[in-house]
């Protein structure tokens, strides 16, 4: 029983004995002050108040549960979506990403996905920018920078294209993709005994980590080099 409750019953036992003892019939009272009528009507008048007042209590109460019970219950209100740059919104399905991006600007992930969906939609100077904006904040992304390279090839701007996948390779020498990549880009460039060079090594570590299916097609484009 809480506090305010016990309070109440004091009370309301302590207006009792008032109300009895006025009334004159507990049977230690020997003066009476009102006939038994006027005693009669006082105590239901009495009676009345106090249960007025105990209907008063209890909707307060049943009001203050609710509201805390509604509080508890209450979800957070969404914080606005981030502003974005109109002029990178080139369709509206980037909205999504350009928000994520907006609303983790240190997280590179966002940016690679938003970055790919430009590729895929050939913004590539948007892609580009992307990509060096998460660079920028950690250059030995190695991912990011790989992604650079293929909008850089796609794009048309093949050797820069080559020194990207170059600075992947030598970051991360047992790497098969970038060196994969590289080849096939060698290759496009006629850098015929670069090319070369990129196959043996990608066929010697698909033999290591027995991928036949990578050290089959390394062993043809090396053949098919030598017999130009």
Do not use: N
Not at 58 to 65: D, F, G, L, M, S
């Amino acid at each position: 029983m809480s506090s305010f409750l016990k309070t109440v019953v004091v009370l309301a036992c302590g207006a009792s004995f008032c109300v009895v003892a006025a009334a004159g019939w507990w049977p230690w009272t020997k003066s009476r002050y009102r006939t038994p009528e006027e005693a009669e009507e006082y105590q239901y008048q009495m009676y009345v108040k106090r249960v007025a007042w105990m209907k008063e209590y209890e909707r307060a109460e049943a009001a203050r549960v609710a509201a805390a019970a509604a509080a508890a219950a209450a979800t957070p209100e969404a914080p606005p979506p981030p502003q974005i740059d109109p002029a990178k919104l080139v369709v509206p399905q980037l909205r999504p990403l350009l928000e994520d991006t907006a609303r983790r600007p240190h997280a590179l992930e966002p940016r690679l996905k938003l970055a790919r969906k430009y590729l895929k939609l050939r913004h590539f100077d948007l892609a580009l920018a992307t990509l060096d904006e998460g660079l920028a904040q950690q250059p030995d992304w190695s991912l990011g920078r790989l992604t650079r390279a293929q909008t850089l090839w796609q794009k048309g701007e093949l050797d820069a294209a080559r020194r990207e996948y170059s600075l992947v390779v030598v970051s991360e020498p047992d790497w098969i993709t970038p060196r994969f990549y590289r080849a096939h880009l060698l290759e496009a460039m006629q850098r015929t005994t670069e090319a070369i060079e990129d196959w043996e090594t990608l066929a010697q570590m698909a033999q290591e980590r027995g991928l036949v299916d990578l050290s089959l097609l390394a062993d043809r484009r090396m053949s098919a080099l030598r017999g130009q």
